[in-house]
């Protein structure tokens, strides 16, 4: 399996911020990298897919990028209603995912 | 638009059977494959497996000698059987559809349900 090891585990941030968190990959995934938001009793969304890919109705702030082992998640101006836990996974083979970014409210 | 729903039981002893259904609504779940996840403190989360209408299951080989997945499409439903649970089978399990109609590769999850908390425990 393709280990993913995220960073950080979690990070303060003020509205308006902007926010980077990063995934590494134990060998590469090509570009089977997807990004997802979890909140507490809500269904995990689907932010970005194929590393860059922004799904539909995501806002334009998310952006994924990447390449080889190192890929990263940039929330370009955070807004009150991203935080939340962030995690990246691979699908290259038996999917794996990351340990998950909380980003909280400095 | 489509919605899943995990449900079953909430509370599973050791050495007992888990079993969960995802209620698929807003489409018919041909054409799909349907993942199971589950996340808990000690592991985070988890990839479980997958199904497909057309017959075809991908299981994670950590736990494929526990795991059972079937389909019922007069239901619209999909079900999960994990044998001989202990402890370490506690978690949250979540049921999400792959992004693509029946790619034989692996893909993004989109979309996924609440998630239901099964706790084992005697």
């Known amino acids: 399996d393709i280990q993913m090891t995220q960073s950080p585990s979690s990070l303060s941030a003020s509205v308006g911020d902007r926010v980077t968190i990063s995934c590494r990959a134990s060998r590469s995934p090509d570009n089977y990298v997807n990004w997802y938001q979890f909140k507490p009793g809500q269904a995990p969304k689907l932010l970005i897919y194929t590393v860059s890919r922004l799904q539909s109705g995501v806002p334009s702030r998310f952006i994924g990028s990447g390449s080889g082992t190192d890929f990263t998640l940039t929330i370009d101006t955070l807004q009150p209603e991203d935080f939340a836990t962030y995690f990246c996974q691979q699908t290259y083979n038996t999917p794996t995912f990351g340990q998950g970014t909380k980003v909280e409210s400095k | ?122």
């Not at chain 2, 489509?2 to 698929?24: A, R």
């Not at chain 2, 799909?32 to 994670?60: C, F, P, V």
């Not at chain 2, 999909?78 to 893909?107: E, H, K, P, Q």
């Open chain 2, 1 to 122: 638009q489509v919605q899943l729903q995990e449900s079953g039981p909430g509370l599973v002893k050791p050495s007992e059977t888990l079993s969960l259904t995802c209620t698929v609504s807003g489409e018919s779940i041909n054409n799909h494959y349907y993942n199971w996840i589950r996340q808990s403190a000690g592991k985070g989360l988890e990839w479980i497996g997958r199904i497909s209408t057309t017959g075809r299951i991908n299981y994670n080989p950590s736990l494929k000698s526990r795991v059972i997945m079937s389909v019922d499409t007069s239901k619209n439903q999909v079900s999960l059987t994990l044998n001989s649970v202990t402890v370490a089978d506690t978690a949250v399990y979540f049921c999400a559809r792959d992004g693509i109609v029946l790619s034989g590769s692996f893909n993004w999850f989109n979309p996924w349900g609440r998630g239901t908390l099964v706790t084992v425990s005697s």
